[in-house]
T-cell receptor, first 113, second 113 residues
Framework: GAGVSQTPSNKVTEKGKYVELRCDPISGHTALYWYRQSLGQGPEFLIYFQGTGAADDSGLPNDRFFAVRPEGSVSTLKIQRTERGDSAVYLC???????????FGSGTRLTVV | SQQGEEDPQALSIQEGENATMNCSYKTSINNLQWYRQNSGRGLVHLILIRSNEREKHSGRLRVTLDTSKKSSSLLITASRAADTASYFCATDAIKAAGNKLTFGGGTRVLVKP
């Protein structure tokens, strides 16, 4: 597609529920990134994919968070047993090889009540 | 953790004035990038400056980089109301995997008409 697409744009879920957030990157971009942004803060790195594999998952806060990219294009961020502290905007970005800028999606605003 | 720290955290200026914001970082980098964010959603890539460059221009934007001081500045000349946004610096650290960027906390710019 022309840009990075994230769905849903907004998600409200109850504490303890499971959620999936989807990212469809720009066609041909091999690198895909997930970030999380809390109000008034900068984006914080979660995980980076190069192709199908997670090249760096050091930003995932705990084992409730997991992400996949099975065919090297669309990625899904999965959060189990959601907590109120997981509420944030989850941003996805893609890029060509190293050294270029990111193209970000519009984000998914997750609210855990 | 956030590598870059922006200064000031917030800036209010009149339309037509220049806006300057600074970014400091901690580790050696391949490049430094600036992004703009409106309404807390997707970020837009503005400009990338490589570690061997000292200054770069793009339209009304001017970026400088001083690797000896580990700092960068973004100047927006002749500001417009549409420049109202949050601005983030992001660094591609030499030791980071792939094209992983680390973002600062941002400068919130308000341009009053």
């Amino acid at each position: 597609g022309a840009g990075v697409s994230q769905t849903p744009s907004n998600k409200v879920t109850e504490k303890g529920k499971y959620v999936e957030l989807r990212c469809d990157p720009i066609s041909g971009h091999t690198a895909l990134y997930w970030y999380r942004q809390s109000l008034g803060q900068g984006p914080e790195f979660l995980i980076y994919f190069q192709g199908t594999g997670a090249a760096d998952d050091s930003g995932l806060p705990n084992d409730r968070f997991f992400a996949v990219r099975p065919e090297g294009s669309v990625s899904t961020l999965k959060i189990q047993r959601t907590e109120r502290g997981d509420s944030a905007v989850y941003l996805c970005a893609s890029s060509l090889d190293r050294g270029g800028g990111y193209t970000f999606g519009s984000g998914t605003r997750l609210t855990v009540v | 953790s956030q590598q870059g720290e922006e200064d000031p955290q917030a800036l209010s200026i009149q339309e037509g004035e220049n806006a300057t914001m600074n970014c400091s970082y901690k580790t050696s980098i391949n490049n430094l990038q600036w992004y703009r964010q409106n309404s807390g959603r997707g970020l837009v890539h503005l400009i990338l400056i490589r570690s061997n460059e000292r200054e770069k221009h793009s339209g009304r934007l001017r970026v400088t980089l001083d690797t000896s001081k580990k700092s960068s500045s973004l100047l927006i000349t002749a500001s417009r109301a549409a420049d109202t946004a949050s601005y983030f610096c992001a660094t591609d650290a030499i030791k980071a995997a792939g094209n992983k960027l680390t973002f600062g906390g941002g400068t919130r710019v308000l341009v009053k008409p």
